[in-house]
């Protein structure tokens, strides 16, 4: 086995499991996208209002990113299960908490997004978002302000989290 086989299986990081939404081959640049217009440039994603108009006039190539390709086909890589008696009793703050995570991860990383925010019936409310390091920094910061019971789970098989956060 080479080495970098090995450095990837101590890191966790296994072939089988990278995002397979984040292919660079493609995608050509510059590259923006129709839907929420990032533009793909020197291999990465980013908002430019000028860059976009400039691009638009010259006629840049148009393509979905990663992000709004995932939140088209509901295709989740994290997953936030949040229940319990403090929810209902504090749920717009708790969701407005979770909005702000959202609006500063995007700010880092333009394709870190919530796909969806569904409550059932029985008061839970299930989050699902682009990247498993969005659900992370969400359940952290649930955790620091709220406190609650919160639980990690990674999935072996493929690159999903799963985070259930409760409190009484």
Aim: aromatic share 8%; with cysteine.
């Amino acid at each position: 086995m080479s080495r970098k086989g090995k450095y990837y299986i101590r890191r966790g990081v296994r072939p089988h499991q990278q995002d397979p939404y984040l292919l660079r081959a493609a995608y050509k640049e510059p590259t923006v996208c129709p839907t929420c217009k990032l533009i793909y440039h020197n291999k990465r994603w980013f908002w430019n209002d000028e860059l976009l108009k400039e691009l638009e006039e010259h006629g840049a190539h148009r393509q979905k990113c990663p992000a709004c390709r995932k939140i088209e086909d509901r295709y989740p890589m994290g997953i936030l299960h949040l229940s319990g008696k403090f929810l209902s009793e504090h749920k717009e703050d708790i969701l407005r908490l979770l909005t702000n995570e959202e609006k500063r991860a995007m700010e880092k990383n333009p394709l870190e997004r919530v796909i969806k925010t569904d409550e059932t019936e029985d008061g839970m409310i299930s989050v699902e978002t682009t990247s498993e390091s969005l659900v992370l920094r969400m359940g952290r910061i649930l955790t620091r302000a709220y406190a609650g019971e919160v639980e990690y789970k990674f999935s072996d098989t493929q690159k999903l989290v799963r985070v259930e956060w409760k409190r009484e």
